[in-house]
T-cell receptor, first 113, second 114 residues
Framework: NAGVMQNPRHLVRRRGQEARLRCSPM?????VYWYRQLPEEGLKFMVY????????ESGMPKERFSAEFPKEGPSILRIQQVVRGDSAAYFC???????????FGSGTQLSVL | SQQGEEDPQALSIQEGENATMNCSYK?????LQWYRQNSGRGLVHLIL?????REKHSGRLRVTLDTSKKSSSLLITASRAADTASYFC??????????????FGKGTKLSVKP
């Protein structure tokens, strides 16, 4: 009975490379959320997706960032041409139909050199 | 500015003591949630209190909500070293229907010394 699974756990990229972060929601959950956390900060909402649909992307930077949640497979957060400021912990969460309580994964720590 | 602001930023207590953390928010809410985060890990949902509730208990946790003051408190009784973590309050960004777009404060870092 796995919870929210994120991989990789740690990701190191050089400036200009692409970063792909994966998230498999908890079984039976169809709502996926991505959050970003900087050191000593709270989590900041990025995007909310359902299968094949982006519901709310109000927290996503306008450029270089994209997210998808395909019909089959995990949700992907993609960051193109990474910069040092993208270094952060990225957390995925999922919820069931109630959508009030979020279940979080362990996060992906992205380090941009 | 933060919707949820926790206070204090850091709290250090001895095992067995009670720990109280506060949270203030700015807009109307349907509910307020508290989460816990161990170092380097994801958040774990602790408790949700609805706007029409004033107090809620779960094990050693007690949460209060004062909508007139737009504030909430989390009390952990008889603390243990394992309670050492950061604690965050969260409210939904869109009043009238949670979309999972939660606004988190910066958290209170609790340290419980054995």
């Amino acid at each position: 009975n796995a919870g929210v699974m994120q991989n990789p756990r740690h990701l190191v990229r050089r400036r200009g490379q692409e970063a792909r972060l994966r998230c498999s929601p908890m079984k039976g959950h169809s709502h996926v959320y991505w959050y970003r956390q900087l050191p000593e900060e709270g989590l900041k909402f990025m995007v909310y997706l359902q299968k094949e649909n982006i519901i709310d992307e109000s927290g996503m930077p306008k450029e270089r960032f994209s997210a998808e949640f395909p019909k089959e497979g995990p949700s992907i957060l993609r960051i193109q041409q990474v910069v040092r400021g993208d270094s952060a912990a990225y957390f995925c969460a999922s919820s069931g139909q109630g959508r009030e309580k979020l279940f979080f994964g362990s996060g992906t720590q992205l380090s941009v050199l | 500015s933060q919707q949820g602001e926790e206070d204090p930023q850091a709290l250090s207590i001895q095992e067995g003591e009670n720990a109280t953390m506060n949270c203030s928010y700015k807009t109307s809410i349907n509910n307020l949630q508290w989460y816990r985060q161990n170092s380097g890990r994801g958040l774990v949902h602790l408790i949700l209190i609805r706007s029409n509730e004033r107090e809620k208990h779960s094990g050693r946790l007690r949460v209060t909500l004062d909508t007139s003051k737009k504030s909430s408190s989390l009390l952990i009784t008889a603390s243990r070293a394992a309670d050492t973590a950061s604690y965050f309050c969260a409210t939904e960004a869109h009043y009238g229907g949670s979309q999972g777009n939660l606004i988190f404060g910066k958290g209170t870092k609790l340290s419980v010394k054995p």
